[in-house]
């Protein structure tokens, strides 16, 4: 963007040279004139260049983050299919002879499977640099839960693991265009009140 401010600023200084009232200034001046126009029309050209070059750029990395969020979504959504499998056992199962200790033993010998992709994810700089601060923070703090709740609190696990996939799917919209950077914070920001309440 500074790159095609620039530019334009640059084009209207140079509409000076073509005042009428300047003109016998400019004939006067006639090499240094010209000397200024094509030095000026060089810095345009590399500057254009150089914000095609970026864009082209950003376009790259906003697709390849796009494939990443896809292969992220995969990845909670075939964990949250077997941790919700391994609840339905347990509560078909286990859940009539439950007691405290019964029932962190079963989770412990069954621990629900934990996305260690996302944790790849979360270290690559791609990922990283071009996720809105908004997903990045709900991600990294329901990722932290998750680590501690898959064989202790197996309903916080797979509530979270549902926002996590809820995330995910909204930033892959945003990262589209399909929705604003604050529909994207107000969706999640909601969603999260939600499950907040579910779990008071």
Same mark, same amino acid.
């Given at each position: 963007?500074?790159?095609? +401010?620039?530019?334009?600023?640059? +084009? ?9 009232? !300047?003109?016998?200034? %400019? ?14 029309? %060089?810095? +345009? ?22 494939? !990443? ?7 909670? %959504? ?60 709900? !991600? ?61």
């Amino acid at each position: 963007m500074a790159y095609l +401010i620039t530019t334009v600023i640059l +084009i209207a200084c140079c509409t000076v040279f073509f005042i009428p009232s !300047l003109r016998q200034f %400019t004939k006067a001046n006639e090499l240094a004139s010209n000397f200024a126009l094509t030095m000026v029309a %060089t810095l +345009i050209g590399v500057l254009l260049a150089i914000a095609i070059s970026n864009y082209d750029e950003d376009e790259k990395e906003r697709r390849d983050l796009i494939k !990443l969020l896809h292969a992220a979504k995969a990845v909670a %959504t075939e964990s949250l299919d077997y941790s919700r499998a391994v609840m339905e056992f347990y509560q078909k199962n286990e859940a009539g002879t439950e007691t405290k200790r019964s029932k962190a033993q079963f989770f412990e010998d069954n621990p629900l499977p934990y996305p260690e992709y996302l944790d790849a994810l979360m270290s690559q700089q791609l990922f990283i640099k071009n996720l809105s601060q908004e997903s990045l923070t709900e !991600l990294s703090e329901s990722l932290i839960l998750m680590k501690r709740a898959n064989t202790h609190r197996p309903q916080l696990f797979l509530s979270s693991l549902s926002f996590v996939l809820y995330v995910l799917e909204q930033e892959q919209r945003y990262q589209k265009g399909e929705i604003s950077l604050h529909e994207l914070e107000v969706t999640l920001r909601e969603r999260e009140a939600q499950l907040e309440e579910k779990g008071n």
